[in-house]
């Protein structure tokens, strides 16, 4: 178990203190782990409902974070996973209602029924004004059993609804039907990639396979309906959406608030894939989505997977749950789109600067081209691996997409005109590369491909000071100079080797002379320290391994030189 604790005994405490010191708005009772709001002395003035909820900790931020003005006024929570004792639920009635009354909320588990019902009675007997609503959302189990569906994430919105009502002024009578009227129009399933580790148990509750999910898991890690196979996303917020729809008796043309809740240990990214699916299928199922939220409302602990809620609303309940509160864990809600029409970009032309002049060598240019595509793609993996040692991994799989945007791009590249081609590359690489290497790469095509429209493309020497032009456009725009581990450390030399050409060489002996100098360059770089990019992180440990972005420069330059002198 490997946890942000101190102590597992002492997780609730210390969490609620976490709570309350970071909101000086709430105060925890003495002697037992409630929260409550600070004023809550002046809403029994006002003669206002008190509202208090709880259950077992680890549900987090449920519940202490629905505590404030216009949602809770108390949590009492128990311990992980364990309903509070009576004596704790009746110091917060004792404690913190007023003329008005208390309403409990209480999601349906046999503790916590028996534990805030006796609490309630005990209450009432010495006079205080006591209603207590039980929520059972989750429709993945039948509701033919005795002990009647389970509370879950779905509780939180009944909460929010009664919140309202209690802040307007409105008597415990309608307080209570308020948030009856939301709890029978509220339905929930949950979805399970993973168990979760209560603290005291130091182990998992229990086990799921690699490839395997629970649908309709219960928020302590009770058994679900069925186990299955990890699928797209769509296909199985789809079982979810459909047992929620039959369940729900929900028919066409009915308004609900859909609720995409992340059961503890999910990706924001994965909550709105969910999402996504959510709502185009009550859209498909005929129902108006009047709000939507996605967010952490309530959890098991760290369990990956999500719960979806969809809640009957007329206009009160809708009002109640548009209402403000300050409550820290509740989200406004999002009133979503009806259409996914997607505004066009605006673009820059694809070529930005003058053609330059024609030649007869786009045969040969494409033939390059060609070669270097393969080549990079090839070298996938190598290069993953090298960027893997002193980067993040992603530089071969970087320049294997920027090589198949090329291939794409093949047939409407100008190589008649070289100017023009390298700078139409230069804006293919700028939209497929990404990275770091891509704007590198894109100033470098597009400053070379500048040069050259300005000159005799022809002569070798423009090719020595478009790559030179190249170099500069890499340096001004990503700040490194030779010798700090950089593609620089390859591409310099091989101007270098370019610019001290031997007189009357060809072109494929330059490219030759140049791409030795790029490899010898690339080599290195072992030695050198990064003091650019991701691997400067690195520091000394990068020492001893060649820079992947200098290999690369080299390993296309090469390539480059072979097409050239093939031809
Ligand atoms: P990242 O994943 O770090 O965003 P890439 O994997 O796309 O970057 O590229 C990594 C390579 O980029 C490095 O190996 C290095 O050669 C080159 N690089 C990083 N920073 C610079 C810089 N400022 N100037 C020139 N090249 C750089
Ligand atoms: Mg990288």
Redesign the pocket.
Known sequence: MKKLINDALTVVDDMLEGVALANRDLILLQGENIVARRDFAALGAAGKVVLISGGGAGHEPAHAGYVGQGLLTAAVVGAVFTSPSVDAVLSAIMTLTGPAGVLLIVKNYTGDRLNFGLAAELARSAGVAVEMIVVGDDVALDDNGTVGRRGIAGTVLVHKVAGAAAEAGLPLAEVKAAAERAATGLFSMGLGLSACTVPAAGTPGFTLGDNEVEYGLGIHGENGVRRGPVEPADNMVHVLLERIFSQGQLLPGERVVAMINNLGGTAVQELDIVARHVLAGCVTHGLKVEAVLVGTFLTALEMAGCSVTLLRVDDATLARLRAPTCATAWHPLQSPATDLSRQPCAALPVSAGPSGASWRKAATFKAALVAVCAILKEHESHLTEL?SVV??G??GT?LARGAVAIERALDTLDCDHPALALQQISAVLRRSLG???GP?YAIFTFSAGASLAGAEVTQLASWSRAFQAGCEG?MKL???KAGER???DALLPAAHALRNREKGAGAGECALLAASAALQGAAQTKQMLPR????SYLGERALGHV????FAVGLWMMTVANALNRF
């Open positions: 960027d980067g993040d992603d530089l970087s990275g770091t290497s590198l890499v990503g700040g490194a950089t593609m620089l650019k990019g991701r691997s820079d992947p972005g200098a």
